[in-house]
């Protein structure tokens, strides 16, 4: 139910906003705006305004359209004339279509002023130690680092590296990363990605450097259990001090999840501390599939102490002003970067994979909106990014479509032809069914994968 609300609320403001962006301009222009449609298809219900617009909910709720006065679509009455779309001066028409990709943008760069004036809790860019044999490893990484810059552009947050280590490092032979250890001392560090696997790369960029997040050490000490799960059975409880896997002292909680994960369905036997008494208890772990493995898992969690793990969280938050500034920055980059990833992926040097559809959308929806506002906000701004750059596209049917026809009407003197137009429009089509055939085909691969 989570997923189905948050996924028809992202539809739903992004749509109205895109629309809307259309409407007002339109308005501005002098042009009569017939209908505004949340949805495709049959009308399901609807009211009329003072000016004559119909406000209009349609059955199909996967995008909207503004109908605008157009003697291309029908006959109009003489004195209504002005008021046509088709007769507009070029750069009208120009603002009208462009309205609505910009709204997009300018509704993510509000809700990106709204995060950074109220504040965005994150965790610090720490690294832990690199794997072995890594380009992270040759490049002199160490464990509690914080990566500071890539290529000169500050980075703010875990979330923030691993996009940058992705927009800077895509396509190039290397980066420059900044570090400062725990003394202050300032580090470069040069990172060769000449020869990786740029499929690997798009998908788990700091996978494939070799880097992980700081993980503090942690005690091998029970927090939290799974209700019912088998730990819980076995009769552990919150608190207990593991010492021992079948015989085999551990000081670590990691030792105790690697002993577990290797013993789906085997039993094993479990040394404990409990208030200052020695227990043994035998437990089989549960057998669970995970990345087409088989794995063990009793049902608990360590124990955190907040003190620790509040020294690796952050708050990205700036004044306002200069809130609104990194908010356009934001959606700058991220809307560059789209278009930049659209490009390699239309010239094959960009995996098709990348592309999402409405389930992959719904499934982040859900999962953001789970996850608090915060996270919801910032998946609101990306998707409404990712929306207005896909619509400023130069392909027939699409905003950027009607723009190429408009820019080519300035450049010649003169409207298109409806031949031309017309061909265009089927090209579209075919281009859309295409990029809507493998991002559902991406979804569904996605789901049945899991």
């Given at each position: 139910m989570t997923t189905l609300l948050a996924f028809i609320f992202t539809l739903a403001l992004l749509i109205v906003v895109h629309e809307y962006g259309h409407y007002v301009v339109a308005r501005l222009c002098g042009v009569r705006v017939l209908r505004f449609s949340v949805g495709f298809g049959r009308v399901l219900a609807s009211r009329r305004d003072r000016s004559g617009t119909e406000w209009a909910l349609s059955a199909f709720p996967l995008g909207g359209y503004v109908k605008m006065l157009d003697e291309r679509e029908g006959e109009v009455p003489a004195e209504q004339l002005p008021q046509a779309f088709n007769r507009q001066g070029v750069w009208k028409r120009i603002a009208i279509v462009a309205a609505g990709p910009a709204a997009n943008l300018l509704l993510?760069?509000?809700?990106?002023?709204?995060?950074?004036?109220?504040?965005?809790?994150?965790l610090k860019p720490i690294v832990g130690e690199p794997l072995a044999d890594s380009p992270a490893a040759a490049a002199g990484f160490r464990s509690g680092e914080e990566v500071t810059r890539i290529d000169g552009e500050k980075v703010e947050s875990w979330q923030d590296f691993h996009l940058q280590l992705l927009r800077h490092g895509f396509g190039a032979a290397s980066v420059e990363v900044e570090t400062r250890d725990a003394a202050g001392?300032?580090?470069?560090?040069?990172?060769?990605l000449a020869g990786m696997d740029r499929a690997a790369f798009e998908k788990d960029p700091l996978g494939q450097i070799g880097l992980v997040r700081f993980s503090p050490p942690?005690?091998?000490?029970?927090?939290?259990?799974?209700?019912?799960?088998?730990?819980?059975?076995?009769?552990?409880?919150?608190?207990?001090v593991i010492t021992a896997v079948?015989?085999?002292?551990v000081a670590r909680w990691e030792e105790v999840v690697e002993a577990i994960r290797a013993h789906p369905g085997i039993p094993l036997t479990l040394e404990l501390?409990?208030?200052?008494?020695?227990?043994?208890?035998?437990?089989?772990?549960?057998?669970?599939?995970?990345?087409?493995?088989?794995?063990?898992?009793?049902?608990a969690s360590p124990h955190l102490d907040p003190?620790?793990?509040?020294?690796?969280?952050t708050e990205v938050r700036y004044p306002l002003f200069s809130a609104l500034w990194r908010g356009v920055q934001k959606t700058w980059e991220l809307a560059t970067f789209t278009l930049e990833m659209l490009?390699?992926?239309?010239?094959?040097?960009?995996?098709?994979?990348?592309l999402s559809g409405p389930i992959t959308i719904a499934d982040?929806?859900?999962?953001?909106?789970?996850?608090?506002?915060?996270?919801?906000?910032?998946?609101?701004?990306?998707?409404?990014?990712?929306?207005?750059?896909?619509?400023?596209?130069?392909?027939?049917?699409?905003?950027?479509?009607?723009?190429?026809?408009?820019?080519?009407?300035?450049?010649?003197?003169?409207?298109?032809?409806?031949?031309?137009?017309?061909?265009?429009?089927?090209?579209?089509?075919?281009?859309?069914?295409?990029?809507?055939?493998?991002?559902?085909?991406?979804?569904?691969?996605?789901?049945?994968?899991?």
């Open positions: 993510a760069i509000l809700l990106y002023w709204i995060l950074y004036a109220t504040g965005v809790p994150a001392n300032i580090a470069l560090r040069r990172l060769d942690l005690a091998p000490v029970i927090g939290e259990l799974q209700s019912g799960g088998v730990a819980q059975r076995a009769g552990i409880a919150s608190g207990d079948n015989d085999e002292p501390q409990r208030q200052g008494s020695s227990i043994s208890i035998e437990l089989t772990p549960e057998r669970v599939s995970q990345g087409g493995q088989s794995i063990g898992r009793i049902g003190e620790v793990f509040r020294a690796l969280q490009g390699r992926m239309l010239v094959g040097q960009a995996s098709l994979q990348n982040y929806a859900g999962q953001s909106a789970s996850a608090g506002m915060v996270p919801f906000v910032t998946f609101l701004a990306l998707i409404s990014i990712s929306l207005g750059v896909l619509n400023l596209l130069p392909v027939p049917i699409l905003d950027g479509g009607h723009l190429l026809y408009y820019f080519a009407e300035l450049a010649t003197g003169r409207p298109v032809s409806e031949r031309i137009q017309e061909i265009g429009q089927r090209v579209g089509i075919v281009l859309i069914g295409f990029l809507m055939f493998f991002a559902f085909y991406n979804d569904l691969f996605r789901l049945f994968s899991r």
